[in-house]
Protein backbone atom coordinates (compact mmCIF):
# COMPACT_ATOMS: atom_id res chain seq x y z
CA UNK A 1 0.00 0.00 0.00
CA UNK A 2 1.09 3.63 -0.84
CA UNK A 3 1.84 6.04 2.18
CA UNK A 4 0.34 8.58 -0.33
CA UNK A 5 -3.33 9.10 -0.29
CA UNK A 6 -3.88 11.11 -3.69
CA UNK A 7 -3.91 14.90 -4.50
CA UNK A 8 -7.46 16.91 -3.74
CA UNK A 9 -8.44 20.15 -5.42
CA UNK A 10 -8.08 21.51 -2.00
CA UNK A 11 -3.84 20.86 -2.71
CA UNK A 12 -3.65 22.67 -5.80
CA UNK A 13 -6.12 25.18 -4.14
CA UNK A 14 -3.02 26.43 -1.96
CA UNK A 15 -1.60 28.45 -4.54
CA UNK A 16 -4.56 30.78 -4.31
CA UNK A 17 -3.76 31.75 -0.70
CA UNK A 18 -2.10 35.34 -0.92
CA UNK A 19 0.72 36.13 1.60
CA UNK A 20 3.83 34.24 2.01
CA UNK A 21 3.42 32.80 5.23
CA UNK A 22 -0.55 31.70 5.13
CA UNK A 23 0.87 30.19 1.47
CA UNK A 24 4.31 28.79 3.33
CA UNK A 25 2.43 27.28 5.86
CA UNK A 26 -0.42 25.58 3.83
CA UNK A 27 2.46 23.94 1.65
CA UNK A 28 4.12 22.68 4.47
CA UNK A 29 0.72 21.50 6.05
CA UNK A 30 -1.03 20.11 2.96
CA UNK A 31 1.32 19.10 0.40
CA UNK A 32 5.24 18.70 1.21
CA UNK A 33 3.97 15.54 3.19
CA UNK A 34 2.29 14.18 0.09
CA UNK A 35 5.19 14.66 -1.95
CA UNK A 36 7.65 13.19 0.51
CA UNK A 37 5.83 10.04 0.81
CA UNK A 38 5.63 10.25 -3.86
CA UNK A 39 9.38 10.72 -3.73
CA UNK A 40 10.41 8.41 -0.20
CA UNK A 41 8.45 5.37 -2.29
CA UNK A 42 10.01 6.06 -5.61
CA UNK A 43 13.72 6.67 -4.10
CA UNK A 44 14.71 2.67 -3.96
CA UNK A 45 13.62 1.58 -7.05
CA UNK A 46 15.49 4.96 -8.52
CA UNK A 47 18.66 3.34 -6.50
CA UNK A 48 18.46 0.06 -8.10
CA UNK A 49 18.04 1.21 -11.39
CA UNK A 50 20.66 3.88 -11.47
CA UNK A 51 23.27 2.34 -9.51
CA UNK A 52 23.27 5.34 -7.37
CA UNK A 53 21.92 5.27 -3.82
CA UNK A 54 18.88 8.16 -3.68
CA UNK A 55 17.85 10.22 -1.24
CA UNK A 56 15.07 12.71 -1.10
CA UNK A 57 14.84 16.67 -1.34
CA UNK A 58 11.78 18.28 -0.15
CA UNK A 59 11.72 21.78 -1.43
CA UNK A 60 11.72 24.34 1.83
CA UNK A 61 11.54 27.82 -0.41
CA UNK A 62 13.85 28.91 2.15
CA UNK A 63 15.24 31.49 0.30
CA UNK A 64 11.83 33.34 -0.11
CA UNK A 65 10.98 36.45 1.81
CA UNK A 66 8.34 38.11 -0.14
CA UNK A 67 6.74 36.47 -2.93
CA UNK A 68 5.13 32.93 -2.23
CA UNK A 69 5.76 30.00 -4.27
CA UNK A 70 3.96 29.37 -7.35
CA UNK A 71 4.86 25.88 -7.27
CA UNK A 72 6.50 23.17 -5.37
CA UNK A 73 8.28 19.51 -5.44
CA UNK A 74 10.41 16.91 -4.07
CA UNK A 75 13.18 15.53 -5.98
CA UNK A 76 15.39 12.75 -5.83
CA UNK A 77 19.35 12.61 -6.19
CA UNK A 78 22.25 10.69 -5.54
CA UNK A 79 23.36 13.18 -2.95
CA UNK A 80 22.18 13.49 0.79
CA UNK A 81 23.17 17.46 1.49
CA UNK A 82 21.47 18.42 -1.79
CA UNK A 83 19.75 17.68 -5.29
CA UNK A 84 20.14 21.28 -7.82
CA UNK A 85 23.62 20.52 -8.76
CA UNK A 86 23.05 17.27 -9.96
CA UNK A 87 20.60 15.45 -12.42
CA UNK A 88 17.95 14.50 -10.46
CA UNK A 89 14.09 13.38 -10.32
CA UNK A 90 11.15 15.59 -9.31
CA UNK A 91 7.39 15.40 -8.39
CA UNK A 92 5.73 18.48 -7.43
CA UNK A 93 2.90 20.95 -8.74
CA UNK A 94 1.67 24.14 -10.30
CA UNK A 95 -2.12 25.39 -9.28
CA UNK A 96 -2.86 23.54 -12.84
CA UNK A 97 -1.16 20.34 -12.94
CA UNK A 98 1.31 17.78 -11.69
CA UNK A 99 4.54 17.38 -13.16
CA UNK A 100 7.31 14.44 -13.04
CA UNK A 101 10.32 15.41 -14.05
CA UNK A 102 14.31 14.41 -15.03
CA UNK A 103 15.85 17.59 -14.75
CA UNK A 104 19.44 19.31 -15.35
CA UNK A 105 19.02 22.99 -13.86
CA UNK A 106 21.53 25.77 -13.91
CA UNK A 107 22.91 25.23 -11.01
CA UNK A 108 24.76 21.80 -12.36
CA UNK A 109 28.23 21.86 -13.49
CA UNK A 110 27.53 19.19 -15.75
CA UNK A 111 25.54 21.29 -18.09
CA UNK A 112 27.93 21.71 -21.23
CA UNK A 113 29.04 18.30 -21.43
CA UNK A 114 25.00 16.29 -20.95
CA UNK A 115 24.74 19.41 -23.61
CA UNK A 116 27.34 17.79 -25.66
CA UNK A 117 26.02 14.05 -25.09
CA UNK A 118 22.57 14.94 -25.81
CA UNK A 119 23.75 16.30 -29.37
CA UNK A 120 25.77 13.29 -29.92
CA UNK A 121 22.68 11.22 -29.14
CA UNK A 122 20.16 12.84 -30.51
CA UNK A 123 18.22 10.11 -32.75
CA UNK A 124 18.05 8.06 -29.86
CA UNK A 125 16.66 10.89 -27.38
CA UNK A 126 14.17 12.00 -29.69
CA UNK A 127 13.21 8.56 -30.33
CA UNK A 128 13.10 7.35 -27.07
CA UNK A 129 10.78 9.86 -25.35
CA UNK A 130 7.42 9.00 -26.27
CA UNK A 131 5.16 11.78 -27.79
CA UNK A 132 2.72 12.42 -24.49
CA UNK A 133 5.79 13.82 -22.56
CA UNK A 134 6.76 17.38 -22.90
CA UNK A 135 10.16 19.36 -22.08
CA UNK A 136 10.91 22.62 -19.93
CA UNK A 137 14.09 24.72 -20.37
CA UNK A 138 13.03 26.77 -17.04
CA UNK A 139 12.24 25.15 -14.04
CA UNK A 140 10.65 28.67 -12.66
CA UNK A 141 8.01 28.71 -15.50
CA UNK A 142 4.91 27.13 -16.39
CA UNK A 143 5.26 26.38 -19.71
CA UNK A 144 6.11 23.61 -21.75
CA UNK A 145 7.17 22.10 -25.02
CA UNK A 146 5.66 18.95 -26.48
CA UNK A 147 7.81 16.69 -27.36
CA UNK A 148 5.92 16.01 -30.74
CA UNK A 149 6.19 19.45 -31.75
CA UNK A 150 10.48 19.11 -30.52
CA UNK A 151 12.38 17.86 -34.12
CA UNK A 152 16.09 17.37 -35.05
CA UNK A 153 16.43 21.52 -35.18
CA UNK A 154 14.61 22.28 -32.23
CA UNK A 155 16.26 19.80 -30.19
CA UNK A 156 19.45 21.10 -31.34
CA UNK A 157 18.54 24.45 -30.57
CA UNK A 158 17.71 23.06 -27.25
CA UNK A 159 20.71 21.77 -26.48
CA UNK A 160 23.13 24.63 -27.70
CA UNK A 161 21.44 26.69 -25.39
CA UNK A 162 22.08 24.03 -22.43
CA UNK A 163 25.27 24.13 -23.69
CA UNK A 164 26.18 28.15 -24.19
CA UNK A 165 23.87 29.81 -21.55
CA UNK A 166 24.52 30.16 -18.15
CA UNK A 167 20.89 30.04 -16.64
CA UNK A 168 19.44 27.48 -19.29
CA UNK A 169 17.90 24.02 -18.22
CA UNK A 170 16.44 20.96 -19.45
CA UNK A 171 13.72 19.11 -18.00
CA UNK A 172 11.81 15.94 -19.66
CA UNK A 173 8.74 14.02 -18.09
CA UNK A 174 4.96 14.59 -18.10
CA UNK A 175 2.22 16.81 -16.87
CA UNK A 176 -0.81 15.78 -15.14
CA UNK A 177 -3.95 18.28 -15.38
CA UNK A 178 -5.46 19.08 -12.07
CA UNK A 179 -8.71 17.14 -12.86
CA UNK A 180 -7.22 14.18 -13.60
CA UNK A 181 -8.67 11.49 -11.62
CA UNK A 182 -5.61 9.36 -11.79
CA UNK A 183 -4.27 12.16 -8.76
CA UNK A 184 -6.90 10.54 -6.44
CA UNK A 185 -5.90 6.94 -7.18
CA UNK A 186 -2.77 6.45 -5.69
CA UNK A 187 -1.53 3.04 -7.23
CA UNK A 188 -2.18 4.43 -10.26
CA UNK A 189 -0.23 7.50 -10.02
CA UNK A 190 2.83 5.89 -8.41
CA UNK A 191 3.02 3.62 -11.36
CA UNK A 192 2.82 6.26 -14.11
CA UNK A 193 5.79 8.15 -11.96
CA UNK A 194 7.80 4.63 -12.31
CA UNK A 195 7.21 4.24 -15.89
CA UNK A 196 8.05 8.17 -16.46
CA UNK A 197 11.47 7.73 -13.84
CA UNK A 198 12.20 4.33 -15.91
CA UNK A 199 11.59 6.03 -19.89
CA UNK A 200 13.79 8.79 -18.84
CA UNK A 201 16.63 6.48 -17.24
CA UNK A 202 19.19 6.67 -20.44
CA UNK A 203 18.73 10.39 -19.77
CA UNK A 204 20.17 10.25 -16.21
CA UNK A 205 22.91 7.66 -18.26
CA UNK A 206 23.60 10.46 -20.37
CA UNK A 207 24.84 12.22 -17.66
CA UNK A 208 27.16 10.05 -16.62
CA UNK A 209 29.04 9.89 -19.39
Not at 33 to 53: F, N, R, W
Not at 124 to 139: A, I, N, R, T, Y
Not at 164 to 187: H, T, Y
Amino acid sequence: MSQFTGFTQKDFDVFSISGLDERMEALRENISPKLEAIASELAPDLSVQTGDEMFVHVARHARRTTNPPNDTWAAVAANKRGYKKLPHFQVGLWGTHVFVWFAVIYESPIKAEFAHTLLKNKSEVLSLVPDSFVWSLDHTKKDSIPHKEVDAEKFEEMAERLKNVKKAEILCGVEIDRNDEILQKPDEFMALCRNTFETLLPLYRFTQK
